[in-house]
């Protein structure tokens, strides 16, 4: 038969228990404490990733608002050398024009050679409205020389249709005073015209030789693919 136990194997037991129970305690701290740590370090690693990707993304945004900022700025100066350039080059070209604009109030002076560009003129326009009855306007002090000029103009057209061609000249309305020469002729009561002043002439020049004009200055255009 067992006896029971006196107070001090009682307090050796009890002693037993706690150390027992703190073992199982501090056991079980460090198990939670590890697996905490492993946690930690997991979500850790993870808020790094993310952050590292979210870091790496915005600096390639940025890099590539730079190279956009960059290209822009490159295309407003390349732009902006082009249109200076153009208009240079137009300058030039209007200054060319003006020139041959002046050039023309020295056409008139040489009478005989002057003769016979209005007489090519009115026959050009003779070719154009092909009708037997044309008004002319001319300037007032070409009134004279142009009757002359007409004289042939109208020979040479009989010479080659066989046809004889009637030409009124204007003897109330003529070019205006700042005129620098030539003539218009007209048929059908005004309704079709031939604009065969010297102006007019150059304008049409302008039309028809630019691109020619263009490329003896400038040379082709850097752009230029395709030559016909």
């Not at 150390?19 to 590890?34: G, S, T």
């Not at 990733?49 to 900022?69: G, H, L, M, P, Y």
């Not at 300058?91 to 060319?96: F, G, R, Y």
């Not at 050009?124 to 103009?153: F, P, W």
């Amino acid at each position: 038969m067992s006896r029971p136990l006196n107070d001090q194997e009682v307090l050796n037991e009890m002693n037993k228990m706690v150390a027992f129970i703190k073992q199982e305690a501090q056991e079980k701290a460090r198990e939670i404490k590890v697996k905490a740590d492993e946690e930690f370090n997991i979500e850790k690693a993870k808020l790094i990733r993310q952050e590292s990707i979210n870091i790496d993304t915005a600096f390639d945004r940025k890099v590539k608002q730079a190279d956009v900022q960059r290209r822009i700025a490159q295309s407003n100066v390349i732009n902006k050398s082009r249109l200076q350039l153009l208009a240079t080059r137009q300058q030039l070209l209007n200054d060319l024009f003006s020139e041959a604009t002046e050039h023309l109030k020295s056409v008139a002076k040489d009478k005989d050679s002057y003769q016979v560009l209005l007489k090519d003129l009115i026959l050009q326009g003779l070719y154009q409205l092909m009708d037997k009855k044309v008004h002319l306007i001319c300037r007032q002090e070409d009134v004279s020389i142009v009757e002359t000029a007409l004289k042939n103009a109208q020979q040479e057209y009989k010479n080659a249709f066989n046809t004889a061609v009637e030409i009124t000249i204007d003897r109330e309305e003529f070019l205006p005073k700042d005129s620098n020469g030539g003539v218009i002729l007209s048929s059908l009561e005004g309704r079709v015209k031939c604009h065969n002043t010297l102006e007019s002439r150059l304008e049409l020049l302008k039309d028809q030789m630019l691109p020619d004009i263009r490329y003896m200055l400038f040379g082709h255009s850097p752009s230029r693919k395709f030559f016909n």
